[in-house]
């Protein structure tokens, strides 16, 4: 398994600022991802974050609005840019150990954001 | 593209009953199927994971769930639910180049009454 952090746990942010939500992962790890769960509704991938390289965003989401960083492999970022009350969510970080199909993705306890 | 329906956003149960939360897929390639639990304010935790091997997998607490090919179905169960079950389930499906994105179903809330 890995152990994850997140931080911060929580947050309740102004709309039109940005929060930077950080995940570190107790171990080297090859994949890393980002994930949105809205209010009462599942998780909706944002984007894969490459180590050393721009992160590989799903359709939808832009690096304007989510930019990601990740400098190493236990490392990253996510920031949630310019937000508006559709920004109040939680996201949550996931890893894969390697990137065999098989592998198990863990997450992370996730980040919950409220915009006012 | 793959996608993921779980039928019933809500189940409820009696402490000791059975459980079974439905999941089907679809998937143009063979799909790797997961089934996570996340309990009230924390993260997802892995249950169990069918990754084409034996068809009926095995899980953690006591979880199953049985691969169903030409029923496109990944339903879990329990043969005795516990109070400690109460939390929200949600299957999800990989595969092909898709391999390492999840896609969750909706998520299913099971509640059990004592």
């Known amino acids: 398994s890995a152990v994850i952090s997140q931080k911060p746990s929580r947050d309740i942010c102004q709309r039109g600022t940005s929060l930077t939500i950080q995940c570190q992962v107790d171990?080297?790890?090859?994949?890393m991802f980002w994930y949105r769960q809205q209010p009462g509704q599942s998780l909706t991938l944002i984007a894969t974050?490459?180590?050393?390289?721009?992160?590989?965003?799903e359709s939808g989401f832009v690096i304007d609005k989510f930019p990601i960083s990740r400098p190493n492999l236990t490392f990253s970022t996510l920031t949630v840019s310019n937000m508006s009350p559709e920004d109040s969510s939680i996201y949550l970080c996931?890893?894969?150990?390697?990137?065999?199909?098989?592998?198990?993705?863990?997450f992370g306890p996730g980040t919950r954001l409220t915009v006012l | 593209a793959q996608s993921v329906t779980q039928l019933g956003s809500h189940v409820s149960v009696s402490e000791g009953a059975l459980v079974l939360l439905r999941c089907n897929y679809s998937?143009?390639?063979?799909?790797?199927l997961f089934w996570y639990v996340q309990y009230p304010n924390q993260g997802l935790q892995l249950l169990l994971k069918?990754?084409?091997?034996?068809?009926l997998v095995k899980g953690i607490n006591g979880f199953e769930a049985e691969f169903k090919k030409s029923e496109t179905s990944f339903h879990l169960t329990k043969p005795s639910a516990h109070m400690s079950d109460a939390a929200e389930y949600f299957c999800?499906?990989?595969?092909?180049?898709?391999?390492?994105?999840?896609?969750f179903g909706q998520g299913t809330i099971l509640t059990v009454h004592p």
């Open positions: 999800a499906v990989t595969g092909g180049t898709s391999y390492g994105k999840l896609t």
């Open positions: 171990s080297q790890v090859t994949m």
């Open positions: 974050a490459n180590q050393g390289s721009e992160a590989t965003y």
């Open positions: 998937s143009s390639v063979p799909p790797y």
């Open positions: 996931s890893v894969e150990r390697d990137s065999s199909i098989t592998d198990t993705q863990y």
């Open positions: 069918y990754t084409s091997a034996a068809t």
